[in-house]
């Protein structure tokens, strides 16, 4: 659907695009102002694309559109602005606000910017200025032993860390 290559700001044009949805089945309400798409769902918004098994598009009085995507693993991609990178997340549930540029990773929440990636329980994403805050669903809750966060993060790149050794190949 869209061409990816491997990431700092999320495109800033993608604001100003329609947004496609596609599906095996639509239910739409006019009257309430939601759209329930069904099955093998995507949600495009210029490089930005978004795939679940359920996709709930609710419209405000404003005219702004809220979705919220279900899945086992509902699944964020999108391109960084001025670079080649991309940031991807995962949830079983993704709440994307069009209106604020946000998203919210539910439950098994991650977020990989190049080969950076965060778990935890929620992920809020800010698209406009590509900020994250990870929690723990446990520790909001104050349970005792809350889940922890988990982040990788890779050290930067840079000449003297490339290895000039030969590559060992093993064959099983």
Known sequence: ??????????????????????????????????????????????????????????EDKEGYKHATVYGDTAEFRQKREGSDGYVEGYGERIEYDAHAGTLIFRDKA????????VSGDNITYNMKTETFNVNSGDAIQGNKLPQRVRAVLQPKASESSVSTSPVCVIYL
Do not use: Y
């Open 110 to 117: 991650r977020l990989k910017r190049d080969l950076d990636e």
């Open 1 to 58: 659907l869209l061409l990816w290559s491997p990431a700092c700001f999320a495109e800033r044009a993608d604001r100003d695009k329609p947004i496609h949805l596609e599906a095996d089945q639509v239910i739409m309400d006019d009257a309430q102002q939601i759209s329930t798409f069904i099955g093998n769902v995507q949600l495009s918004q210029g490089m930005m694309l978004i795939r679940g098994d359920k996709i709930v598009v609710v």
